[in-house]
């Protein structure tokens, strides 16, 4: 028989450039995806998201949430925005023609599963894209896995991530 699991569920987003000429400025922010999760403080480098209380077994889950049920898990799943910029332009800005994003969590989690798109998150950085297209806004799916022998209670990280230009 499976219990019901009740958990509160945030995510915060915190966003930093570098760049390898000192020179160069990228501003990053967190976007609302359209299909996904309504994100808190949208279109700036801070910004969070709460699933609220959800259950793997009846209740709700958000608007722009899916949830999938696995033999020992369950799964929450939404959309989301990050749009990366060139900032204060000088000559060595038209060098870089593309940024390489990377993403971690902040706190390490042995129990849950943190992704973004297919990428498991840890605490190490990890490559997101190596080739990401200034002033784009790509979509990434955000999926936080549960095991059913999670106990209730609340989950929350922070993702760090980092847009570096090449």
């Given at each position: 028989?499976?219990?019901?699991?009740?958990?509160?569920?945030?995510?915060?987003?915190?966003?930093?450039?570098?760049?390898?000429?000192?020179?160069?400025?990228?501003?990053?922010?967190?976007?609302?995806?359209?299909?996904?999760?309504v994100?808190?403080?949208?279109?700036?480098?801070?910004?969070?998201?709460?699933?609220?209380?959800?259950?793997?077994?009846?209740?709700?889950?958000?608007?722009?949430?899916?949830?999938?049920?696995?033999?020992?898990?369950?799964?929450?799943?939404?959309?989301?925005?990050?749009?990366?910029?060139?900032g204060?332009?000088?000559?060595?800005?038209?060098?870089?023609?593309?940024?390489?994003?990377?993403?971690?969590?902040?706190?390490?989690?042995t129990?849950?599963?943190?992704?973004?798109?297919?990428?498991?998150?840890?605490?190490?950085?990890?490559?997101v894209?190596?080739?990401?297209?200034?002033?784009s806004?790509?979509?990434?799916?955000?999926?936080?896995?549960?095991?059913?022998?999670?106990?209730?209670?609340?989950?929350?990280?922070?993702?760090?991530?980092t847009?570096?230009?090449?």
């Amino acid at each position: 028989m499976h219990r019901f699991l009740l958990l509160a569920c945030a995510l915060v987003f915190c966003c930093c450039c570098a760049s390898a000429q000192d020179e160069l400025t990228l501003v990053m922010q967190i976007d609302s995806d359209p299909s996904g999760i309504v994100v808190s403080g949208s279109g700036t480098e801070t910004a969070s998201i709460s699933f609220g209380s959800v259950r793997a077994f009846g209740g709700t889950v958000p608007s722009g949430v899916t949830e999938s049920l696995g033999v020992n898990s369950w799964t929450l799943n939404t959309l989301i925005d990050v749009k990366v910029s060139k900032g204060t332009l000088d000559v060595l800005d038209e060098l870089s023609t593309s940024y390489t994003l990377t993403a971690q969590l902040e706190t390490a989690d042995t129990i849950n599963t943190w992704k973004w798109n297919s990428l498991t998150l840890s605490t190490t950085a990890a490559t997101v894209t190596a080739t990401g297209v200034y002033n784009s806004t790509p979509s990434y799916s955000f999926n936080l896995t549960v095991p059913f022998s999670e106990s209730a209670g609340s989950i929350a990280n922070t993702i760090e991530m980092t847009a570096t230009a090449n």
